[in-house]
């Protein structure tokens, strides 16, 4: 089936009001990957002049972003959530490689948080993975990638704090 943003965004929004939770937005998580196998969709979005951070679509009711990201280097992001939201990553072309952090202390008193190494995994094209409100990770691509992603909110709105990987304790 063709999508356009306009019948993926109604898409969206039909789940998420449905089903705000979790559960909603697997299902979402499900239809990203149906949108990422569009060919037509992908090419009209993940264009080599999108900049790498697109807003395709932005809900005024529910506030759930649309964004298309081309990334054309190598790059890295240190570990962090979304705040009080979550966020889908559709990987449509390239590798991400996701590593996922244990909590060990939330960012206080002007403090960053501390995790520790969880897992790593690829997210190759096709495959979309949710985060939801907390979860803790970090994208590394070693080459270009384009991806479709929606955020609850538009992170960009929203205050988020700061993570840092735990010194390993040093044996005396």
């Given at each position: ?17 449905a089903?705000p939770?979790p559960s909603?937005?697997q299902k979402?998580c499900a239809l990203?990957?149906?949108?990422l ?7 009209r979005?993940?264009?080599d002049?999108t900049?790498?951070?697109d807003i395709l679509?932005?809900d ?7 964004l298309?990201h081309v ?12 705040g009080?939201t ?13 590593t996922?952090w244990?909590c ?5 008193e002007?403090?960053?948080?501390q995790?520790?190494f969880a897992r790593?995994?690829?997210?190759t094209?096709g495959?979309?993975?949710l985060y ?5 990770h970090?994208?590394?691509r070693d080459a270009?990638t384009?991806?479709?992603?929606i955020?609850?909110v ?6 988020r704090?700061?993570?840092?990987v735990?010194?390993a304790a040093?044996?005396?």
């Amino acid at each position: 089936m063709a999508h356009t943003i306009e019948s993926f965004a109604a898409d969206c929004k039909r789940i998420l009001s449905a089903e705000p939770g979790p559960s909603g937005r697997q299902k979402v998580c499900a239809l990203v990957q149906d949108v990422l196998t569009d060919k037509a969709f992908v090419a009209r979005h993940l264009r080599d002049d999108t900049p790498e951070r697109d807003i395709l679509y932005e809900d005024p009711d529910l506030g759930f972003t649309i964004l298309a990201h081309v990334n054309n280097d190598a790059k890295g992001s240190p570990p962090h959530d979304h705040g009080p939201t979550w966020a889908i990553y559709g990987q449509a072309t390239g590798e991400t490689i996701m590593t996922d952090w244990e909590c060990l202390s939330r960012p206080a008193e002007g403090k960053p948080g501390q995790v520790r190494f969880a897992r790593e995994y690829s997210l190759t094209p096709g495959m979309a993975y949710l985060y939801n409100e907390g979860d803790l990770h970090s994208p590394r691509r070693d080459a270009a990638t384009r991806l479709i992603r929606i955020e609850g909110v538009n992170v960009l709105k929203i205050r988020r704090f700061p993570y840092q990987v735990a010194e390993a304790a040093v044996a005396a």
